[in-house]
């Protein structure tokens, strides 16, 4: 297999380093004001609402493969184009970018630690110029290794190697704020609200890999176990799963919809 050209989890003077590579595609994923302001050289833009689907009340779907498919050839990726993604939020949309990548078995991507926060504010050089991508060649298909559903789960709670890691906030995963018909989270799910693995010293990056690997033994989460990782749609928790990937956790799943699709069944159990 061909080495990457940058590590999952890339800094700054990483991707300066590699910008202008023939198999580097850089994605930006804001508002449009944002990217109109200041981006990474040569970086495409790209909304979340492109690789999402809704099926309201449920939201956060993967999207239809041939909705995907145009998606990356329109953005000039192919199947061994390397695609850094980041976003200006501390990087939900552009893990649950590189996520989706990953349920196509697509092998070399990359998410900047810190998102354009980092890059901006650490003096990176930025440009205001609308790039227009080139064209991909991409026959997509979707792998069940990195996607869990509601039967899945239900198969599955209650076994000692599988663990639910809830990336929502104390309110949602308690109840006291319900987003769905049902509040609370999934039965023996262990809360680590994602907003508390960034570093917000180090502009939202991740947090150093000592603090992260004790934050997570210390709810269960070792990387002997099957680890779910749902949120209120599976835009916070793909954080959670390109952070378990990073660390080598062997075995991650997501849940696209997640707690919009649990919480508004009536046939799924409710701590």
């Not at 495409?44 to 492109?50: A, H, L």
């Not at 990953?102 to 930025?126: R, T």
């Not at 707690?259 to 508004?264: I, K, R, Y």
Request: hydrophobic letters at 35%; aromatic letters at 8%; glycine letters at 10%.
């Amino acid at each position: 297999m061909t080495e990457p050209l940058l590590p999952l989890i890339t800094e700054p003077e990483q991707l300066e380093a590699a910008l202008g590579g023939d198999k580097l595609v850089v994605v930006h994923i804001s508002k449009p004001v944002r990217y109109a302001e200041f981006h990474v050289p040569g970086a495409i833009y790209m909304q979340g609402s492109q690789f999402v689907r809704v099926e309201k009340p449920v939201m956060g779907l993967l999207p239809h493969l041939n909705d995907l498919q145009q998606l990356l050839e329109a953005s000039g990726v192919s199947p061994d184009t390397h695609v850094v993604a980041y976003d200006d939020e501390g990087g939900g949309w552009a893990s649950r970018l590189l996520w989706t990548l990953d349920c196509i078995g697509h092998k070399h991507f990359s998410l900047l630690n810190g998102g354009l926060v980092s890059w901006i504010s650490e003096g990176f050089p930025a440009s205001r110029d609308n790039v227009q991508p080139g064209t991909g060649h991409y026959p997509v298909f979707y792998q069940d290794g990195p996607v869990a559903d509601a039967e899945y789960i239900l198969g599955r709670l209650g076994d000692a190697d599988f663990v639910p890691l809830d990336s929502r906030t104390p309110q949602e995963f308690n109840g006291e704020k319900k987003l769905a018909a049902r509040g609370g989270h999934i039965p023996g799910a262990q809360l680590l609200n994602w907003v508390d693995t960034m570093d917000q010293s180090r502009n939202l990056r991740f947090k150093p890999e000592a603090e992260l690997r004790t934050m997570l033994e210390t709810r269960g989460i070792t990387p002997d176990k099957e680890v779910l990782c749902y949120c209120q749609s599976h835009h916070r928790s793909s954080h959670a799963c390109i952070m378990l990937k990073s660390l080598g956790y062997p075995h991650v799943k997501g849940y696209p919809g997640a707690w919009s699709d649990w919480g508004n069944r009536p046939d799924t159990p409710v701590d």
